[in-house]
């Protein structure tokens, strides 16, 4: 079983982008309509660990704000 919040022994453990890419298309193949929840973690641990930028990336590649209502993130700096 994937561990979709990525707890585990390597919680401390930054998230990698690819390790993100497959918790995600794991919710969707498991959950399916309703991973929205498990796919919110995901992304907010890649905001955390890798920054808005890539989390904006992997949002449009799986096309998350159609689907799921998760929306991108302004790019850090920006707000100034």
Wanted: no cysteine.
């Amino acid at each position: 079983m994937v561990s979709l919040t990525g707890a585990s022994s390597r919680e401390k453990d930054p998230v990698t982008t690819e390790e993100a890419r497959h918790r995600i298309q794991s919710a969707i193949d498991q959950f399916g309509a309703r991973a929205g929840m498990a796919i919110d973690l995901v992304i907010n641990e890649v905001r955390s660990s890798l920054g808005n930028e890539t989390a904006n990336v992997l949002i449009d590649e799986f096309d998350l704000e159609l689907h799921y209502n998760i929306t991108p993130s302004e790019p850090e700096g920006s707000g100034d």
